[in-house]
Structure formats: C-alpha cells, structure tokens
C-alpha cells in the first residue's frame, strides 16, 4: 500500500464541481430554451463542458487510488488488494456500488456534452432544453452518489491491506462489461431529455426525430453489446454451463433493451412520415424509467444475485424517489402536452408504418411480460411476506411464445412501403424463405422426438434469417442487374438491417436448439480415469496446485478424445487469498456446432481415492447465441454510421458537391 494522498479530497471537489455544474446547466438550458436567449443555451453548453470534465478527472482520480491502494478511501479498502492485477485494480473502479454511481453519474455528463456540441439542425429551443433537462439528471445522480454512496469516504485509520474485489469479477469480459452497459443503461437519459425538450416546446416533428434517432441508436447498440457480453461471462465463467437465467438483474438491463428496440422503430416512423410523436415520446420516458428501475433493483437490497451491487434499503429508496421525481415528472409533462404535439399523417393498416406499429406494440408488450414476471414477487413478498419464485418456466411460457410471433413480422416490414402497401406484393418474394423456415421445422420435429419449441424455435430463426436475405436480394435487384459493385453500394442503412434482424434469427436458432437440446452429466474421477460423455472421452489426466498472482488453485488437465483427434485443456476451480468464495474457470472445447464444456468442482467429500467431480455439459449451438447477439450490435454500429453519413452528405454545401 502507498501512502495516503490527497486524491479523496481533489477527487470530492471534483464532484462537487460537476455537480455545481450540472445545476447551472440545468438552470441555463431550461432558461435559455424557454426565453430563446442564445447566450443562456451558450452557458448552458459550457456548464456541461464543465460538468464532463470535472466527472473525468473524477473518475480517474478514483481509478488513481485504486491502483496506488489507497486503502484510506473505505471504497478502495472494500473493493481492492495489493496482490490484484492492474487490470481488477482499475476495473475495481466500477466493480463496487459507489464507484458505479461516480461512472453512472459521468456517463449521464458525458452525454450531455455531447449534446451540446452535437446540436446540429435543432432549433435553439430544443436544444438548449434538452441539455437543460440532461444537466438536471446528472445533478439528481451526484446528489445522490455524493450524499449517500460518496466514493472518496475516507478511512480513519487506514487498514494495511483491502479486502480485495468479488473474485466473480476479477475477468477480462467483467472488466469491459459495466462501462459498455452503462453507456448504453444511462445513454438513454439523451431520448428522455430529448422527449421532455419537445413537451416543453410543445412540437415534436420529423426534425425532432431526426435528432432523436443517433442518440437512441447509440444507447441501445451499447446495451446490446453490454447484454451480450454479460451473458458470455455468465456462459464461461459461473460454471453452470448455461448463458441466460432470468435473473432478476439480467431483467434490469433486458427490459431498457425492449423499451429501447421499439424507440428506435418508432422513432424511424416519426422521422419518415411525422407519425407516432406521442408514442415516441412516451416510449423515450419509458425506456429511461425502466433503467432508474434496474438501478433501484442492483442497489436496493431487495434482490439477492451475483449482480448486485448494494445491500442498502435507505439508498434504494433514494433511487426510488428519483425515479419517482424523474418519470412522475415526465409523465405528468405529457398528460399536459401531448395534445399540442405534431398531428400524425394518415396511413393504412397495411403498410410500413402499420408493421412497425405492430413491432412497437409487441416491443413494449414483450417489456411489461418481463417486468411482470421481475416484479411479482417483490409485490407479494411486500404485501403478504411469503416468498413466491418466478422463473424461467413462466418466462418460457409467456415471453418466448409472444417474441416469435413478433419476430414472425420483422421480414415482411421492410418489403412494405409507406402509407399503404400490397400484402401479397410484399409476401410474394418470401414465399421461398417460409417454405424453407417450414421445412426446417419439420426436420426438427421428425428428428427430435417431437421437440414442439425447438421446432419452432429454428424455423422461426430460420425464417427472420431468410426473409432477411430475401429483403437483401430484392434491394440488391432493384434498379439494374445483380452485381458485386451494386451489392457494395447498397445503403449502409440496409446492411444495418440485415445485420440486426439476421442476427436475431442465428440467435434465435441457437437459443432454440441450446435449450431444447443441452445435456449435462457428472461424474466423480480419479487422475487417470474417463467418462464417455457426447461422443467424447474426456480423461482426467491429472490434478495439480498452481499459484496465480492473487489466489491458488486446483487445475485438472483434461484430455478429451472426439471424432479421432484428442485435445488437451485444462480447468480450475480457485481460491482467492483474500477470501470470498471459490470460483471456476472451465474448459470448452468449441466448434460451430455445439461446446463441450467441462467444470471441475471439489474433491468428491469422504472419499479416500482422491476423486474429483467433474461436470460436463453438452450446448449444441451455443456459439450462434454469442455470433446473433454480435451481429445485432454490429446492425446498430452500422445504423449509427448511416446516420452519420447522411448528415455529413446532407451538411455539405450544393456547389461544393458538384
């Protein structure tokens, strides 16, 4: 440990300058959009240059402590050792609830700043309304975090050595994953602020939505990437050879994510034809108030996972005020002036606008299913103290069965056309691509023994990634012949598409077939003994004890026989130096088709022989969850580059493009 600093203090002046700073942006955002004074919005963009700045420096003077061991910060002392890697030390940062919140705080900042340089075509009065409304976000998080989880706490008298971070989160993937999670879980404070400028304003039209959609791609392309990356590291790392449980603090982040799908499909709609302003709007107060929501649950106490960052009643109930104050506010805003918002232009049922309506509908209603089956028992539990589970049966009941009839529509949208379309024009080119989904599914059904939701898992799948393709092939034929140049000059808005919406069908077929088809086994081995387990022999070769930089460990050499070729791989059950419980680092032997994925648990209890339970796992399809769930990310990094291209292309002067 290296001696005490005055990190904590210049840290805390920081922060409380940020705070300041964020006030008076609100202040002079608010103001200056509301008298249309240029120079207020001015102040208001500097404060939140301001407010960026001090949170950054901030935020580094926390992750400074952290890799000095600066054990008289009681955050660093809880969450960090001398013995840890630089990268859990600086990941120790945000790996706690009082260093999230200072990133929470600095991510809303930053996405302040960014609006206000940002500004592009919007009027004065949005805009400096929307970074009004922004500032005053980032001050509701610092007073927060500064009143009630201050990470710059010191310790009087210092203890020589920290109690080090959970050993859950000492993993490259969970190093990355908090900071791509919160730019997408806090971005979606940039549509809240935007929806809240237009009610102010009392105008939300096609310009409005043209600012919106960056902002809302962005958000949700970093929740995707966060979600996918979480789920990887539960796959690989929790040892239970599963990627997806329903945790109640995975629903934290899944129901932003829906909220957030249908905003970007509705926000397209309001761009296109000025249509769904008020549906718009509401789904951006939404989608922000179900991530205040999923902070409530992390920190409130009121849930137990491996998620959690807090155990604090009292601090959950300040983050239920402020997404009471926050959403109340909101909402009480559009009771009052969504009657004044652009008027829709009409359109048929059958239509573009009318497919994407339905997907809105089924975003949303696929939202609520999850914060049902989240909710409920923390409502009975409250209400009558029994204990009640909701699990993945009720989440395979409702919200699986709802999803693929939803994903039934996504093909057929993009061949429709605005305000009114020909159904069986749009259908016709996907005959090729249902017959085939159809006969996917019955290959399922006579192969499987009659799997009924694998079934339908893999020909809904294979019907999204069709029809899908189907959508490409009509795009790249429209105008002229077939060629590799022309395919090359399609829109990057169409390759987005056909990323994300492709992607969800390889998803969805190895989430189908995964779950439907995944078998485990265990077994109790001596060194030099073999299970026949999938088609593998695996062979516990031997079992040694290794000292990594921060803990010991038992780690099983592992040669596994398949298909005529014997790999050798090992895995590790460990035990930090600092305590806390074992953890597992496990063996995968990968291909496209499925995992062989091999746990080793603790010696086999009262055995005299030396035996070790092995776990092993069978996931066919597994790695089309990880590829779908990176392709959909990849389709919103396209959307936002297509975005970015048409301003440029749209910003550039007439006689300069001649």
Not at 135 to 156: E, H, K, M, Q, W
Not at 200 to 207: F, I, N, R, S
Not at 587 to 613: C, F, K, M, N, S
Not at 635 to 655: D, E, Q, T
Request: aromatic fraction near 10%.
């Amino acid at each position: 440990m290296e001696g005490r600093s005055m990190i904590a203090e210049l840290g805390a002046f920081l922060a409380i300058l940020g705070l300041v700073a964020s006030l008076l942006q609100g202040v002079c955002g608010l103001y200056g959009g509301h008298r249309g004074d240029v120079r207020w919005g001015a102040a208001g963009a500097a404060c939140a240059q301001i407010a960026a700045a001090s949170l950054a420096l901030a935020f580094a003077a926390l992750i400074a402590a952290f890799v000095r061991s600066d054990f008289s910060l009681a955050v660093v002392a809880a969450n960090s050792h001398t013995d840890k890697p630089l990268l859990y030390r600086i990941a120790g940062a945000w790996g706690n609830h009082e260093g999230s919140m200072l990133l929470w705080c600095f991510v809303s900042a930053l996405f302040g700043f960014a609006m206000a340089q940002a500004r592009g075509a919007m009027d004065l009065g949005l805009w400096a309304r929307a970074i009004g409304t922004q500032g005053a976000v980032t001050a509701g998080a610092l007073i927060y975090t500064l009143a009630l989880s201050n990470p710059f706490a010191r310790l009087d008298p210092a203890p020589y050595q920290g109690a080090s971070l959970n050993p859950l989160l000492q993993d490259p993937a969970l190093a990355a994953h908090p900071p791509m999670l919160y730019l997408g879980y806090v971005g979606l404070s940039a549509p809240f602020s935007l929806a809240v400028a237009a009610l102010l304003q009392g105008k939300a039209d096609q310009h409005w939505a043209r600012s919106l959609r960056p902002w809302t791609l962005l958000s949700w392309t970093f929740l995707t990437g966060g979600i996918a990356l979480g789920a990887y590291w539960a796959y690989y790392e929790l040892g239970w050879g599963g990627w997806w449980f329903w945790d109640p603090v995975e629903n934290a982040s899944f129901m932003p994510w829906l909220a957030a799908c249908a905003l970007v499909h509705s926000a397209i709609v309001t761009e296109r034809r000025g249509s769904l302003a008020g549906w718009t709007i509401l789904l951006a107060i939404g989608g922000f108030a179900l991530a205040l929501l999923g902070t409530f649950l992390v920190r409130s106490g009121v849930l137990t996972s491996v998620h959690t960052f807090a155990l604090d009643p009292a601090r959950g109930a300040a983050v239920l005020v402020l997404l009471a104050l926050t959403v109340g506010a909101g909402l009480a805003l559009y009771a009052l002036r969504a009657p004044r918002l652009a008027q829709p232009t009409g359109f048929a049922p059958v239509s573009r606008e009318g497919a994407l309506v339905l997907n809105n509908l089924g975003f949303a209603v696929a939202a609520g299913i999850v914060l049902v089956g989240t909710l409920y028992p923390l409502a009975v539990e409250a209400l009558t103290g029994r204990l009640v589970s909701v699990g993945p049966p009720f989440f395979n009941l409702y919200f699986t069965p709802f999803m693929a009839a939803l994903f039934l529509l996504l093909p057929a949208a993009p061949l429709m056309t605005w305000r009114m379309a020909d159904l069986g024009a749009a259908l016709k080119p996907l005959l090729p691509a249902a017959l085939a989904s159809l006969a996917a599914a019955a290959l399922v059904i006579a192969t499987a023994h009659g799997k009924a939701l694998a079934a339908i898992g893999v020909g809904v799948g294979a019907w999204l990634v069709l029809g899908t393709l189907t959508y490409l092939w009509v795009r790249w034929g429209r105008g002229g012949a077939r060629t590799l140049p022309r395919l090359a000059a399609l829109p990057l808005a169409v390759w987005a598409l056909v990323a994300a919406h492709g992607g969800a069908g390889v998803f969805a077929v190895g989430a189908a077939v995964e779950t439907s088809f995944r078998a485990e086994s265990t077994a109790a081995l001596q060194p030099g003994q073999s299970v026949v387990f999938a088609g593998a022999t695996v062979t516990l070769v031997e079992v040694l004890d290794v000292r990594g930089p921060n803990y010991r460990a038992a780690r099983a050499e592992l040669r596994i026989e398949r298909g005529g070729r014997a790999r050798t791989l090992s895995a590790e059950r460990r035990y930090y130096d600092a305590g806390g419980a074992p953890t597992t680092e496990v063996a995968i032997l990968p291909t496209l088709l499925d995992d062989l994925y091999v746990a080793l648990g603790e010696p086999a209890e009262g055995d005299a022989h030396a035996r070790w339970i092995v776990r092993l796992y069978h996931n066919p399809f597994v790695r089309l969850i990880f590829i779908g769930a990176g392709l959909v990310a990849l389709g919103g990094a396209l959307g936002l580059a297509a975005l970015a291209r048409r301003r440029a292309v749209g910003a550039v002067p007439a006689g300069a493009a001649a």
